[in-house]
């Protein structure tokens, strides 16, 4: 992420593989953060938020959708013991393991597609 402001914009390589992962299936929210996170580790919510010109709700529900795809997690932090606690949220996968989980998403809408079609040709009677 761009650096210049306390809000910032995407890069133009950021955009590009920001507009590829979605096209691939992530969700906007979610490849933005992935983006963060390749940058930089252990940030905040509120540091995502920040860099990604982001609002606390889209990054709490974004945040949770990439737990439970496994690809981040999140460490407790507690400051000398005193108030809430807060999440640092790292990467669980490496960067080649979320790849290859992208490509198994990716097999896998590709051959529900080609079980439909071959469904419709079966109800229409047209041979393949």
């Keep these: 992420m761009n ?3 306390e809000k910032t914009m995407l890069s133009e390589k950021e955009l590009k593989a920001s507009n590829a992962l979605k096209r691939l299936g992530i969700p906007k ?3 933005i953060i ?3 996170l390749f940058e930089k580790e252990g940030l905040t919510a509120r540091e ?3 860099t ?7 990054v709490s529900q974004s945040v949770n959708a990439l737990k439970r795809k496994g690809w981040i997690k999140a ?4 400051k000398d013991g005193k108030g809430r606690p807060y999440d640092r949220f790292h990467l669980a996968k490496s960067i080649e393991e979320i790849r290859a989980d992208i490509k198994g998403m990716v097999q896998k809408e590709i051959e ?3 079980q439909d079609m071959n469904a419709l040709y079966d109800m229409l009677g047209i041979e393949t």
């Design 3 to 5: 650096n210049n402001s």
């Design 29 to 31: 929210m979610e490849n």
């Design 34 to 36: 992935l983006l963060c």
């Design 48 to 50: 995502i938020e920040r």
């Design 52 to 58: 990604a010109d982001l609002r606390q709700p889209e």
């Design 75 to 78: 460490s407790s932090i507690r």
């Design 112 to 114: 529900t597609e080609k």
